[in-house]
Nanobody, 120 residues
Framework: QVQLVESGGGLVQAGGSLRLSCAASGSIFRINAMAWYRQAPGKSRELVATITSGGGTSIADSVKGRFTISRDNAKNTVYLQMNSLKPEDTADYYC??????????????WGQGTQVTVSS
């Protein structure tokens, strides 16, 4: 069983910053990658950023230059630093962990989501 605890969402004015965090725990032998997705009302879920076990990152074009993904391997935690926020960044943000369990099976798990609202 895996648990993902997300935090850091909230209400912020346009131009402001927020930092999301997601801590993974449970039956995880190895984390392969962690990622942040978001889903705005009436829209499909989209990938925002990913970070691999080796530290390689990818960022969606829509947030490039404003958002940064990082991780603390010792804490099994991934962060999303969001700067220069825009109203169009308003969405529910979800953490996802791709991991290998103790039976050497590769799986993924979603967090419960944290809401980010950017006011104009």
């Amino acid at each position: 069983q895996v648990q993902l605890v997300e935090s850091g969402g909230g209400l912020v004015q346009a131009g402001g910053s927020l930092r999301l965090s997601c801590a993974a725990s449970g039956s995880i032998f190895r984390i392969n990658a962690m990622a942040w997705y978001r889903q705005a009302p009436g829209k499909s879920r989209e990938l925002v950023a990913t970070i691999t076990s080796g530290g390689g990152t990818s960022i969606a074009d829509s947030v490039k230059g404003r958002f940064t993904i990082s991780r603390d391997n010792a804490k099994n935690t991934v962060y999303l630093q969001m700067n220069s926020l825009k109203p169009e960044d308003t969405a529910d943000y979800y953490c996802r962990v791709d991991y290998t369990n103790y039976k050497n099976i590769r799986l993924y798990y979603w967090g419960q989501g944290t809401q980010v609202t950017v006011s104009s």
